[in-house]
């Protein structure tokens, strides 16, 4: 009896099974997925010639049929343009050439590049065998930006030093003005004082000289005091003694 049980249980499991994968191919023809990956900056000067966009992408439960590669470029204040339309860019001259690597990668190659090239380039992936609306997916885009030419790796390492001396210099003056400066003012109090002294050198001699004038004029007053007294004196004397005779 246990083994007649078993058999229908069996069975089941079997029809769920089946049911499952057939739920889940079903799942699978109705999700394919495209995901598309670009560098977001490519700077270059006009020096280089050739320059090559990568572009990225990934395929989930999607025919095994190529996709079609596509590519716009949007510039500036323009409407987006097609680049390379009906495989017209697979040889090897040309403005733009395409090559695509199986599994999941493509390239855009701009020749002769130029600063009008400056613009976004946009990858698209389009699987047409499916209907799925994320079977055909645009990439966010890569802005190239062609400038005129830029310094060299030598010459930005020149620049470099010449900048790094240029400051060590300034540091170096800055220095040696810091120093002049604080001996300027540690020599300004003492002459200030080797100025004052000779001045109080030169006031004390007018005062000596001053006084010495006034002893001077005094003694010279009394002198000629006494001289007049005696004078007089005389005079007196010799009047009196003539008076007497």
């Given at each position: 009896?246990?083994?007649?049980?078993?058999t229908?249980?069996?069975?089941i499991t079997?029809?769920i099974?089946?049911f499952?994968?057939i739920?889940?191919?079903?799942?699978s023809?109705?999700?394919?997925i495209v995901?598309?990956?670009?560098?977001?900056?490519?700077?270059?000067?006009?020096?280089?010639?050739i320059?090559?966009?990568?572009c990225d992408f990934?395929?989930?439960?999607?025919?095994?049929?190529?996709?079609?590669?596509?590519?716009?470029?949007q510039?500036?204040?323009?409407q987006?343009e097609?680049?390379?339309?009906?495989?017209?860019?697979?040889?090897?001259?040309?403005?733009?050439?395409?090559k695509s690597?199986?599994?999941?990668?493509?390239?855009?190659t701009?020749?002769e590049?130029?600063?009008s090239?400056?613009?976004?380039?946009?990858?698209g992936?389009?699987?047409?065998?499916s209907t799925?609306?994320?079977?055909?997916q645009?990439?966010?885009?890569?802005m190239?930006?062609?400038?005129e030419?830029l310094?060299?790796?030598?010459?930005?390492?020149v620049?470099?030093a010449?900048?790094?001396?240029?400051?060590?210099?300034?540091?170096?003056?800055?220095?040696?003005?810091?120093i002049?400066?604080k001996?300027l003012?540690?020599?300004?109090?003492?002459?200030i004082?080797?100025?004052?002294?000779?001045?109080?050198?030169?006031s004390?001699r007018?005062i000596?000289?001053e006084?010495?004038q006034?002893?001077?004029h005094?003694?010279?007053?009394?002198?000629?005091?006494?001289e007049r007294d005696d004078?007089?004196y005389?005079?007196?004397?010799?009047?009196?003694?003539?008076?007497r005779?």
């Open positions: 009896m246990f083994n007649k049980m078993a229908p249980n069996r069975v079997i029809i099974l089946e499952n994968l739920l889940l191919y079903i799942g023809t109705q999700t394919c995901q598309i990956t670009q560098p977001s900056l490519l700077e270059v000067d006009n020096t280089y010639k320059i090559t966009i990568p990934s395929a989930t439960n999607c025919p095994i049929s190529q996709p079609e590669v596509l590519w716009f470029r510039k500036a204040q323009n987006p097609r680049l390379c339309p009906k495989d017209q860019c697979l040889g090897e001259v040309g403005k733009f050439t395409t690597q199986i599994p999941h990668q493509a390239f855009l701009l020749n590049v130029d600063v090239d400056s613009a976004i380039y946009f990858c992936i389009a699987f047409s065998d799925e609306p994320k079977s055909k645009t990439g966010p885009g890569t190239l930006v062609v400038r030419k310094l060299s790796h030598e010459g930005e390492n620049l470099i010449f900048l790094s001396l240029l400051s060590f210099y300034i540091a170096i003056l800055s220095v040696v003005f810091i002049i400066s001996q003012k540690l020599e300004t109090p003492n002459k004082g080797t100025d004052e002294a000779p001045q109080k050198k030169r004390a007018r000596f000289q006084i010495a006034e002893l001077y005094k003694r010279y007053v009394e002198t000629k005091q006494e004078y007089i005389e005079n007196r004397r010799t009047h009196s003694n003539f008076e005779s």
